[in-house]
């Protein structure tokens, strides 16, 4: 985790300030939001796939079907 990485040691020299507390409660809430962010995209990525398959098949049927409407006048119905 690079977030958590990049903190690390941070408190030498800046113990009892205030501004470190406030620092790791920030990193805190990135790290609690990272993983709600990583948990939604994993939980997405199967049903989107899904998804993906389904338009594919529906789109060739509905081509096939709007290539078997004749429409006279156009290239296709002549």
């Known amino acids: ?3 958590r990485s990049a903190h690390e040691g941070i ?3 800046l113990e ?3 501004s470190l507390g406030s620092l790791k409660t920030v990193l805190n809430s990135w790290d ?3 993983k709600a962010v990583r948990e939604e995209c994993s ?7 899904q998804v993906a398959v389904d338009f594919r098949e529906v789109d060739a049927e509905v081509g096939d ?3 078997s ?3 006279p006048g156009t ?3 002549q």
């Open 32 to 34: 609690e939001r990272l």
């Open 1 to 3: 985790m690079e977030l």
């Open 16 to 18: 009892g300030l205030a």
């Open 43 to 49: 939980s997405l990525e199967p049903k989107l796939r």
């Open 75 to 77: 290239r296709m119905g």
């Open 69 to 71: 409407v004749k429409v």
């Open 11 to 13: 408190g030498g020299g």
């Open 65 to 67: 079907k709007a290539k």
